[in-house]
T-cell receptor, first 117, second 109 residues
Framework: EVQLVQSGTEVKKPGESLKISCKGS????????ISWVRQLPGKGLEWMGR????????SYSPSFRGHITMSVDRSISTAFLQWSSLKASDTAMYYC??????????WGQGTLITVSS | SYVLTQPPSVSVAPGQTAKITCGGT??????VHWYQQKAGQAPVLVIY???DRPSGIPGRFSGSNSGNTATLTISGVEAGDEADYFC????????????FGTGTKVSVL
């Protein structure tokens, strides 16, 4: 079974920067796109964006474009999601997920981010 | 952007059948995928491409898609099926490429 392991819980202040990670096997990064999905507390799932690991091409949801940056380091089989200036409204659970088509076949365990002054 | 509407909640007795709908304009012209999310856990794919089950997903889970409604059916519901369920489609017509439904909480009585 494909495994994605995400970095741990973060507690940050508004305005701070943050980079979270999602590590998979080398095979995953050769064959699958990686998306990030946000889940606000008690709410549904929102697609944030997608990155293609072989050429790092990206597509961002209009709701998140300009506020987040996705990247990948194939040498360590890890994808990243980063913010340069967090807001309280970024408090949520964030999931990475892999897909080779139009659905998300495997998900990371999630990274909880709390942004509070 | 494309909108997928699900009922907020569905209640079902053990052993009965739960049907979870996902409504969207002409949703039947594309393919729908379904995820199960148990409390405190990450989502898990249970149905893809309208009707297919990943390995490890019980045959009690099935899907259909036609017209303006897709449906996830759970036959012989068990207590362990209590979870939130989300439908999802790919929308190539806009920038929001992947759209999730609003989610349905399935409660086993």
């Amino acid at each position: 079974e494909v495994q994605l392991v995400q970095s741990g819980t973060e507690v940050k202040k508004p305005g701070e920067s943050l980079k979270i990670s999602c590590k998979g096997s080398e095979d995953i990064f050769s064959n699958y796109w990686i998306s990030w999905v946000r889940q606000l507390p008690g709410k549904g799932l929102e697609w944030m964006g997608r990155i293609e690991p072989t050429d790092s091409s990206k597509s961002y949801s209009p709701s998140f474009r300009g506020h987040i940056t996705m990247s990948v380091d194939r040498s360590i089989s890890t994808a990243f999601l980063q913010w340069s200036s967090l807001k309280a409204s970024d408090t949520a659970m964030y999931y990475c997920a892999i897909h080779s088509g139009w659905y998300f076949r495997s998900w990371g365990q999630g990274t909880l981010i709390t942004v509070s002054s | 952007s494309y909108v997928l509407t699900q009922p907020p909640s569905v209640s079902v007795a053990p052993g009965q059948t739960a049907k979870i709908t996902c409504g969207g304009t002409n949703i039947g012209s594309g393919t729908v995928h379904w995820y199960q999310q148990k409390a405190g856990q990450a989502p898990v794919l249970v149905i893809y491409d309208d009707t297919d089950r990943p390995s490890g997903i019980p045959g009690r889970f099935s899907g259909s898609n036609s017209g303006n409604t897709a449906t996830l059916t759970i036959s012989g519901v068990e207590a362990g099926d209590e979870a939130d369920y989300f439908c999802q489609v790919w929308d190539g017509s806009g920038d929001q490429l992947y759209v999730f439904g609003t989610g349905t909480k399935v409660s086993v009585l």
